[in-house]
């Protein structure tokens, strides 16, 4: 009995001391992952003046958020702005462009923050835009489906495999860029599987009142975003992207900070207060919800001043050959067949376009006129979008992700959805508040312009200004003489008047 008592305490003292030293481990953890991460975030910590964020600098860096519409700002905007000899080469992986060359203006990846570690800091303006993080979500599930759905045309995974195209350092391709790269396979070979499944009997056929929903078919939206390849890549994408702190991170501490916030949810905040102070500090901060609203804000607070650059000197955007070879030269596009009913070609994930804009940018160009080139091209964009979308959705039919589907989720799915992307959830509101501070000072600087523009004297030798002057002044000359006659006719009656009176 007494050794049965004995051995009672023994087992109570080792739980005991099991637990202890279990405790004294996470709160060790934590403490280092807090290090870890204040360490990154005091390092991080933005050192740049409020009064230069409106001035573009020398060098523009498109931060491209995956699914926020911001190929339509490259193919629309930026391409009728820059020319292609002033484009930094294109590369989604590795830095293959030499900024030492002058005519390198601007920089479009789908790299993270950290790519400006690479680029001259004070000489380096940062645009980039910003989506709903759920709306994001769904876009991102959806168009890794569109992307590997497309690769169903084969009767197997190996055959699919044995057809992709090897790497080149001249071209891009979807598969080259984050984070399809990643995303893509991951979905490309779940699709197989659950066709190869499918046919052999091993999946019932789901109803077809969820979409998200017919595992049969698809990767079911719930399964998608629980996967850890979800929370290591989508989840609070947009804030980690604009921290720096993705898996394509050029930070050699980022794999830790980011293992740490993963561990430890609460030191986000950390990561999250990093992101939004870059956020203050770019050039320009858009928004896919508000794409109209947005574009005419982009168009006047960076448009404008790419073209009044090119207006004071011109010969910096005299287009140059672009069949060059890999020393600081143009990445090319892997090109995609064409869409069936255009004679247009794009690249295989719509990520990138072939077609090129080989004009010199108008400085003379309005933001409006600017505006209606942009319009003109995102209408015909998005025919091209729309056209691959449904030859793609067909392979895996009845399946097709619309915006009514979208209604259609469970609000719980919807719930799920926020609380995973908190930080994004965040960003995304302290980035609303950027947006309408943009507004006003745009509006501001609008006004000042009208004022000055008020008060500066007309150039007479100038016929469009003599024509203005004109039009302006006839109708005060007219207003003069009238007002003359009418005063003299007055002064006249008068005077009649007061003679007859005096008679």
Same mark, same amino acid.
């Given at each position: 009995?007494?050794?049965?008592?004995?051995?009672?305490?023994?087992?109570?003292?080792?739980?005991?001391?099991?637990?202890?030293?279990?405790?004294?481990?996470?709160?060790?953890?934590?403490?280092?992952?807090?290090?870890?991460?204040?360490?990154?975030?005091?390092?991080?910590?933005?050192?740049?003046?409020?009064?230069?964020?409106?001035?573009?600098?020398?060098?523009?860096?498109?931060?491209?958020?995956?699914?926020?519409?911001?190929?339509?700002?490259?193919?629309?905007?930026?391409?009728?702005?820059?020319?292609?000899?002033?484009?930094?080469?294109?590369?989604?992986?590795?830095?293959?462009?030499?900024?030492?060359?002058?005519?390198?203006?601007?920089?479009?990846?789908?790299?993270?923050?950290?790519?400006?570690?690479?680029?001259?800091?004070?000489?380096?303006?940062?645009?980039?835009?910003?989506?709903?993080?759920?709306?994001?979500?769904? /876009?991102?599930?959806?168009? $890794?489906? +569109? #992307?590997?759905?497309?690769?169903?045309? =084969? %009767?197997? *995974?190996?055959?699919?495999?044995?057809?992709?195209?090897?790497?080149?350092?001249?071209?891009?391709?979807?598969?080259?860029?984050?984070?399809?790269?990643?995303?893509?396979?991951?979905?490309?070979?779940?699709?197989?599987?659950?066709?190869?499944?499918?046919?052999?009997?091993?999946?019932?056929?789901?109803?077809?009142?969820?979409?998200?929903?017919?595992?049969?078919?698809?990767?079911?939206?719930?399964?998608?975003?629980?996967?850890?390849?979800?929370?290591?890549?989508?989840?609070?994408?947009?804030?980690?992207?604009?921290?720096?702190?993705?898996?394509? /991170?050029?930070?050699?501490? $980022?794999? +830790? #900070?980011?293992?740490?916030?993963?561990? =430890? %949810?609460? *030191?986000?905040?950390?990561?999250?207060?990093?992101?939004?102070?870059?956020?203050?500090?770019?050039?320009?901060?858009?928004?896919?919800?508000?794409?109209?609203?947005?574009?005419?804000?982009?168009?006047?607070?960076?448009?404008?001043?790419?073209?009044?650059?090119?207006?004071?000197?011109?010969?910096?955007?005299?287009?140059?050959?672009?069949?060059?070879?890999?020393?600081?030269?143009?990445?090319?596009?892997?090109?995609?067949?064409?869409?069936?009913?255009?004679?247009?070609?794009?690249?295989?994930?719509?990520?990138?376009?072939?077609?090129?804009?080989? /004009?010199?940018?108008?400085?003379?160009?309005?933001?409006?006129?600017?505006?209606?080139?942009?319009?003109?091209?995102?209408?015909?964009?998005?025919?091209?979008?729309?056209?691959?979308?449904?030859?793609?959705?067909?392979?895996?039919?009845?399946?097709?992700?619309?915006?009514?589907?979208?209604?259609?989720?469970?609000?719980?799915?919807?719930?799920?959805?926020?609380?995973?992307?908190?930080?994004?959830?965040?960003?995304?509101?302290?980035?609303?508040?950027?947006?309408?501070?943009?507004?006003?000072?745009?509006?501001?600087?609008?006004?000042?312009?009208?004022?000055?523009?008020?008060?500066?004297?007309?150039?007479?030798?100038?016929?469009?200004?003599?024509?203005?002057?004109?039009?302006?002044?006839?109708?005060?000359?007219?207003?003069?003489?009238?007002?003359?006659?009418?005063?003299?006719?007055?002064?006249?009656?008068?005077?009649?008047?007061?003679?007859?009176?005096?008679?």
């Amino acid at each position: 009995m007494e050794m049965m008592r004995r051995a009672l305490i023994v087992i109570s003292l080792l739980t005991l001391l099991s637990f202890v030293v279990q405790v004294y481990s996470i709160g060790d953890s934590y403490v280092e992952c807090e290090r870890v991460v204040n360490k990154w975030a005091e390092s991080s910590a933005e050192n740049v003046k409020s009064e230069d964020k409106l001035t573009l600098k020398d060098l523009l860096f498109f931060l491209h958020i995956p699914r926020t519409g911001g190929r339509a700002y490259y193919q629309c905007f930026l391409r009728k702005l820059y020319s292609l000899d002033q484009e930094c080469p294109r590369s989604y992986d590795k830095i293959r462009f030499d900024l030492s060359k002058p005519n390198c203006n601007i920089v479009v990846s789908h790299d993270d923050y950290s790519l400006m570690s690479k680029l001259p800091n004070d000489r380096t303006s940062v645009v980039t835009i910003l989506r709903d993080p759920v709306e994001r979500l769904f /876009s991102t599930y959806e168009f $890794a489906i +569109e #992307v590997a759905a497309r690769s169903l045309v =084969h %009767p197997n *995974l190996t055959s699919a495999l044995s057809k992709v195209k090897p790497k080149s350092s001249r071209m891009v391709s979807t598969m080259d860029i984050w984070p399809w790269k990643y995303l893509v396979p991951w979905m490309r070979e779940d699709l197989f599987a659950r066709r190869d499944a499918r046919r052999l009997g091993k999946l019932k056929r789901s109803a077809l009142s969820d979409v998200y929903n017919t595992e049969d078919v698809v990767m079911p939206l719930h399964e998608f975003i629980n996967h850890p390849i979800a929370h290591e890549i989508i989840h609070n994408g947009a804030t980690f992207q604009v921290a720096g702190l993705t898996n394509s /991170s050029y930070l050699d501490d $980022a794999h +830790e #900070v980011r293992r740490c916030v993963r561990k =430890h %949810p609460s *030191l986000g905040q950390l990561v999250l207060e990093v992101a939004k102070g870059r956020l203050d500090q770019m050039l320009y901060v858009g928004f896919t919800e508000y794409h109209k609203k947005s574009a005419l804000m982009f168009a006047r607070m960076v448009g404008l001043q790419v073209l009044s650059r090119s207006k004071s000197a011109p010969s910096d955007f005299q287009p140059k050959s672009t069949n060059q070879n890999n020393d600081g030269s143009s990445a090319q596009v892997v090109p995609d067949k064409a869409v069936e009913g255009t004679d247009q070609t794009t690249s295989i994930g719509d990520e990138v376009s072939t077609a090129t804009d080989t /004009s010199s940018p108008k400085g003379n160009m309005t933001a409006e006129q600017l505006m209606r080139k942009y319009e003109d091209c995102i209408e015909n964009s998005h025919k091209v979008q729309k056209s691959r979308r449904s030859m793609s959705l067909k392979k895996i039919s009845p399946v097709n992700f619309t915006k009514e589907a979208r209604r259609l989720v469970p609000d719980s799915m919807l719930e799920e959805m926020k609380i995973l992307n908190s930080l994004d959830m965040e960003l995304y509101r302290h980035a609303q508040s950027i947006f309408l501070q943009q507004q006003i000072l745009m509006e501001d600087h609008e006004k000042q312009t009208k004022i000055l523009a008020e008060n500066v004297p007309v150039e007479m030798d100038a016929p469009r200004n003599f024509l203005l002057l004109l039009v302006t002044l006839v109708p005060l000359v007219l207003f003069s003489v009238v007002v003359m006659l009418r005063r003299n006719f007055c002064i006249k009656y008068f005077y009649v008047a007061k003679m007859k009176k005096a008679g």
